[in-house]
């Protein structure tokens, strides 16, 4: 990690600014170099530490030197005394990716095991023990009988052999230990990156935040599989064993803030390293600043949040198993919109409920007619702000985020259309819930490269 910084006392004495170099103390053989730069001017080296590497440093700091200066506004820097510009290595960006490519994968074994109807098969949670599956035709029979105290078993699966058994525990078995992996591999190289100083403080801090939500999703997994396992549902009529629609939505969310997190955090250090190294051109900081696209930047981001919002009653919808009725589109029965007694229906009311709000996220009806109508309207809006983009001198990259968005848009719509009429099989559910992130990935993609660059 380098600190780059720019005074200004050269400035004020009338001379251009003066670039002074030092490295963090843990890069030891680095620790007594100081560099000098006049702009424009001839290097000056002070404390040299030997011959060849002055002429290593030479290079390395002419690069870094010159770097700094495309990224620094030298009016600004008349007004600070000294900014320091500090740079995460690139590793951590790809160790990131890495992460947010396993989460990916997580997320669609996680949709696969809801689809294969495995999730209840465990029915417990041993972070450490839990590791080991079961070996013997003994200890295969005990865990067995585990599951067979539970009401999916009673309700649903009296006739499953043990074979049946061993393939649904094997995807809960394989969810749970992809988990864990996960898990592993973002704590041992993150506290290997940050004690080494691959790191900035802010970096750090982000990994840490993701490491916490990482484990909070842990908990959420178990405390969603819990309401499946609830002996309460054998005494509910007409009870149907599986996970609250609420708790999996929950999970699905917290898990596609953590993927988004991680890569938007990966994707600023990659940012941050090529505005350091004067990789990204001035003409490229210009147009990415350019007011014009405040309002695309504006609409970038509503943009999220929409699609966040859609793939959250996607959620419900998987939830309640709500992609098994009104399996036609765009027709919901007679109508578009289903009958309103229907929608809004006295059935899901509580007692001491205000209104009949409950339809919205328990009434599998208006659960599908809620995630159809979002998901429609994302789609208009992306057309929009696709058909918009067209209008703004964009870079490519934005221009190129922006197309791979409107493409994840028809695919995911396209994708969703055809698990309702088919049913629900388990390839083109787990290909939409995949497509989800996919679309997600796009639209971050579209946010950051959009981000406005801070000229120092
Ligand atoms: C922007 C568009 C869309 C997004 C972001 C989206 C997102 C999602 C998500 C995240 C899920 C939950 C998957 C899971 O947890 O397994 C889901 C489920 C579902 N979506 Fe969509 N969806 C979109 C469009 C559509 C459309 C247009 C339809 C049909 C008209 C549709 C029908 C369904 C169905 C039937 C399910 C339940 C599948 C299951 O049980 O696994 N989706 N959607």
Redesign the pocket.
Known sequence: MQFIRTGSRALSRGLRPVISIRTTPHVTHLRSFTASYRLGAATRLVAPVNKSQIAGYKTLFAKRFSSTVSATNVAAATQATAVEVKVTKPIVAYWLYFNAGLIFTIVVV??LT??TESGLSITEWNVISGMKPPRSQKDWEEEFEKYKQFPEYKLLNRHMTIDEFKNIFYWEWSHRMLGRFIGTAFILPGLYFASRGYMTKKVAKQCFGITAMLGFQGFMGWYMVKSGLSQALMKEPGAVPRVSQYR??AH?ATA?VIYGSTIMVAADIIRQHRLANGRITKDLIRAINNPALNRFRTAALFMLHF?FA??????L???L????IYNE??MMGEGIVPPKNELWSNHFVKPGDNGKWRNLLENPTTV?FD??T???T??VL?TGLYLYSRRLPLPRNVKVASNAMMAA?AA??????C??IYM?PIEL??L??A???T??TANFWLVHTLRKIPVV
């Open positions: 996680g949709g809801r689809l999996l939505t699905l596609f699609i859609t793939a959250m009653t996607g959620g919808v998987a939830g198993d709500a992609g098994l589109w765009p599908q995630h159809r979002m998901a429609e994302t789609a992306a848009v995911q719509v396209t994708l969703g259309i698990t309702l629900v559910a787990a939409h819930q497509g989800a992130l679309l997600l």
